[in-house]
Nanobody, 127 residues
Framework: QVQLLESGGGSSQVGGGRVLTCVAS????????VGWFRQDPGKEREAVAT????????YYADSVKGRFTISRNNAKTTVYLQMNDLKPEDTAIYYC????????????????????WGQGIEVTVSS
């Protein structure tokens, strides 16, 4: 059974930081593409950041470059999203997603290849 267990959501102040964690299980993780997506009510879901678990190559949305960092711990089959300098526009439901294979789409059009999705966790940023 595939599971993507997200944690770390909550409320933050503008300029603050937060770490989201996604623990993956039930699929071949070693050569996967794992990422974080977000959706605010009334808006389209967007890819925030992705990482290839084998080589660590990453993708970031322009809106989070320089503020967010995605990383992985393969021994723990866990992917992290370190969020710094949070802004009100970062408020959204954040979803961990994964696909059990790696393709260049992981870094260019990640929303097109994700197969597994977590339940989502809420992140709220307020001033």
């Amino acid at each position: 059974q595939v599971q993507l267990l997200e944690s770390g959501g909550g409320s933050s102040q503008v300029g603050g930081g937060r770490v989201l964690t996604c623990v993956a299980s039930g699929f071949t993780y070693g050569s996967a593409c794992v990422g974080w997506f977000r959706q605010d009510p009334g808006k389209e879901r967007e890819a925030v950041a992705t990482i290839g678990t084998a080589d660590g190559r990453t993708y970031y949305a322009d809106s989070v470059k320089g503020r967010f960092t995605i990383s992985r711990n393969n021994a723990k089959t866990t992917v992290y999203l370190q969020m710094n300098d949070l802004k009100p526009e970062d408020t959204a439901i954040y979803y961990c997603a994964a696909t059990p294979w790696y393709a260049e789409s992981c870094l260019h059009n990640p929303e097109t290849i994700m197969v597994y999705w977590g339940q989502g966790i809420e992140v709220t940023v307020s001033s």
